[in-house]
Every structure is written in structure tokens, then in C-alpha cells.
């Protein structure tokens, strides 16, 4: 069975609580907007798409129960104020800020319909579901055939950071759905997952994922990637993103960049995988990005212990900036595999190919 951070039927909504695992797999239930706030806050859900997803769900659920006697205009204005807080619980991820100003204009558009109900909003959101898993598939096979055409071997090995599995998204995964695809096509030797302090992703959920798929896996400390990149044979690194900017500069779980200067010493290819709605062409470069600082006690305190000297300063961003220089191998999108400077016309073009669809 595969794992869910998420259930949701019309009306309810839970979540696996991530911060209990490994140990405990317990489903919280989130009724409400502010109880989605607080727990994408208190990093309960975590991973750019599930933060998105998450947030919108817990507004149809709100609106389920609020629809009852409410005004269109009432249950609107609701929506956008919402929406509007949802984008604050955490600044990095852009998927949540797209999501909240793609449904935003969607209610300001249907409420002026004489005609319109509650139900077209909730179907909005509810299709978000469907579509990250099949991005996320798309984003699978893509990587998985561009790594495989350039390896020098038949079967690869890879070293990733983080969790962007079905524990970050809706399901499947974006860079360890590569991983997936990657084994499910049986060209996968070896996975190599970093501990990525100081909130442990890797070690607690992306290991905990990779154990469960029984995919052949390994953890290292993320001190160890320069020396597992020299004697492990490992044929590419993929990570994550949690917005990936105009010109390809792309913000990460805090430990990438280091990777990327890492891999372009031992010359191994290195992958950006996530999909469009992690992309944000209103920036121009990563300088532009917010990063979020979280508490000090994340470094200074593991499980409730103190490990940190009494009085020490604390410095904790939570992502950093990898330059689109350093992303050698590509970024890997639900619409292929684009070179950084390449980015912006693939995204719009796939666009348009969207609209004129629908049209
Ligand atoms: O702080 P987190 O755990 O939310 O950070 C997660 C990451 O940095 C992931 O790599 C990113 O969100 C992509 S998840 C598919």
C-alpha cells in the first residue's frame, strides 16, 4: 500500500502528522482553516505541493460546513481572506501562494455568475489532488529517461536530499518519484538519502519511504556527501524545489547548494525535480526569494533533549539558493527536462498548449 499524507473525502479532512514518524503513524483531522495554518506552521505537513494542497483542502472543508444558509457573496469573501492567511504559515514554498491567487481570481470571477454554488470551487481544489500524483508520474518517467540515456551504466545510482516523496506532495513524489520511476523500470542500483539536518527528512520520512518500497537505500549524514560522491560511484544527484525562479535559480531544503558545488566538483550531473506550480517567473533571480528562518531549538534540541551548549547563538534558515549554474543536468518538470535558461519559454509555451486546450 502506498503512503498517504493525506486523506480527504468531501466534508474531512487528515493528515499524517510528520513530525510523529517514524515512530507513531498517527492521522490528525483538520477541520478547519486555521488548524491547517498551524499545522503546515508547526511543520506537521511539510513539502511544498503538500503545504498547497493541504491549505486548499482544509478551505473546502470549511466551506462545506459553512455553505448552509451563507450568502455566495458571504462564503466569497471568506474564501479570499482565507486564502490570503493560508500564503503566510510559510513564506519559501511558492506552491501555496499560486494556488491562493489561482482560486482567488476563480471565486472573484464565479461569484459575479448569478448561478453559482460553492460545489465549482470545492471541485477546483479537490481536482488538485489528481493532478499533482499524474505530475508527478510525468516528472517520474522524464527524469528517470534522461538520467538513464546519459549514464555510464546500466543501472544508476543516486543521491538525493530531503523528503519530496508522497510525503511531500499528494502522492508518488517529485524527486523521489524519479527514484520510483527509476526502480520500477529496474535501472535503480542504489539510493543514497541524506540525513538533512538540522529537521532530518531524510533520515526520519524519505528513509522511512524508501524502507517501505524496499528500494536499496543507504543513509549518510549530510557532512558525508563529498566523500560518498567520490567513493560511492554515485551516477547523479536529484533534489527538490520549493520555488524555482525565471532564471532557474532554485530554492531548496537548506544543505542543496552545497550538494550542487559537491557534485559539479566530482562531475556528477545534478537534477532539479518539481513541478510547474513550484515555479515562480514573477522573480527574476533567487535573490529575490524570502528564506525562512524557523526557531533555533530545531538545532538545538533533538527529540525534547537539549544537545547544544546553554547560551549559544542559533542561526537556522530553513532552505538556501542554488544557482542555476550549478543545476548541470537540467530541471525536471511534468513537461519535460529543461536546461535553467530554457525555463521560462518551456513553461510558457506548455501554457498555452494548456489554455488552447480547454478552450
Ligand atoms: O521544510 P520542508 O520539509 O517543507 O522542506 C521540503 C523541501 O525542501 C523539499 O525538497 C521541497 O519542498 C520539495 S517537496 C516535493
Request: with cysteine; charged share 20%; net charge negative.
Amino acid at each position: 500500500m502506498s503512503l498517504q499524507a493525506v486523506r480527504y473525502r468531501r466534508g474531512s479532512l487528515q493528515i499524517l502528522n510528520q513530525r510523529l514518524l517514524p515512530e507513531h503513524s498517527v492521522y490528525e483531522e483538520i477541520p478547519d482553516v486555521q488548524a491547517a495554518w498551524r499545522a503546515i506552521r508547526e511543520m506537521q505537513v511539510r513539502g511544498a505541493p503538500a503545504i498547497a494542497i493541504v491549505g486548499c483542502l482544509s478551505l473546502a472543508v470549511e466551506l462545506h460546513q459553512r455553505e448552509e444558509g451563507a450568502s455566495r457573496e458571504d462564503l466569497a469573501s471568506f474564501a479570499l481572506e482565507s486564502l490570503g492567511h493560508l500564503v503566510t504559515s510559510r513564506p519559501t514554498a511558492v506552491n501555496m501562494a499560486r494556488a491562493a491567487q489561482e482560486l482567488s481570481d476563480f471565486v472573484t470571477r464565479e461569484v459575479k455568475r448569478p448561478d453559482s454554488t460553492a460545489e465549482s470551487f470545492k471541485e477546483k481544489i479537490e481536482a488538485m489532488l489528481d493532478k499533482d500524483i499524474q505530475d508527478n508520474k510525468s516528472i517520474g518517467n522524464h527524469g528517470a529517461k534522461h538520467i538513464i540515456s546519459r549514464a555510464k551504466t546500466e543501472k544508476v545510482i543516486i543521491l538525493t536530499h530531503c523528503n519530496t516523496g508522497s510525503l511531500a506532495t499528494a502522492g508518488y513524489g517529485t524527486a523521489l518519484g524519479v527514484i520510483r520511476s527509476l526502480w520500477s523500470m529496474g535501472c535503480l542500483e542504489h539510493v543514497y538519502c541524506t540525513e538533512t539536518r538540522p529537521y532530518n527528512q531524510g533520515a526520519r520520512l524519505t528513509a522511512y519511504e524508501l524502507v517501505h518500497d524496499k528500494i536499496p537505500a543507504t543513509l549518510i549524514a549530510d557532512s558525508m556527501v563529498s566523500m560518498a560522491m567520490k567513493e560511492k560511484g554515485i551516477s547523479a544527484v536529484v533534489v527538490g524545489a520549493d520555488r524555482i525562479v525565471a532564471n532557474g535559480d532554485t530554492a531548496n531544503k537548506i544543505g542543496t547548494y552545497q550538494l550542487a558545488i559537491a557534485a559539479l566538483h566530482h562531475r556528477i550531473p545534478f537534477y532539479v525535480a518539481a513541478p510547474s506550480s513550484s515555479c515562480d517567473l514573477t522573480l527574476e533571480s533567487g535573490g529575490q526569494i524570502v528564506v525562512e528562518e524557523r526557531p533555533g531549538k530545531e538545532l538545538t534540541d533533538f527529540n525534547g533533549a537539549r544537545i547544544a551548549a546553554p547560551g549559544i547563538n542559533v542561526w537556522n534558515p530553513a532552505f538556501d539558493i542554488t544557482p542555476h549554474s550549478l543545476i548541470t543536468a537540467g530541471i525536471i518538470t511534468e513537461f519535460g527536462v529543461h536546461e535553467p535558461g530554457e525555463l521560462r519559454k518551456a513553461l510558457t509555451d506548455n501554457a498555452h498548449r494548456d489554455t488552447s486546450h480547454t478552450c
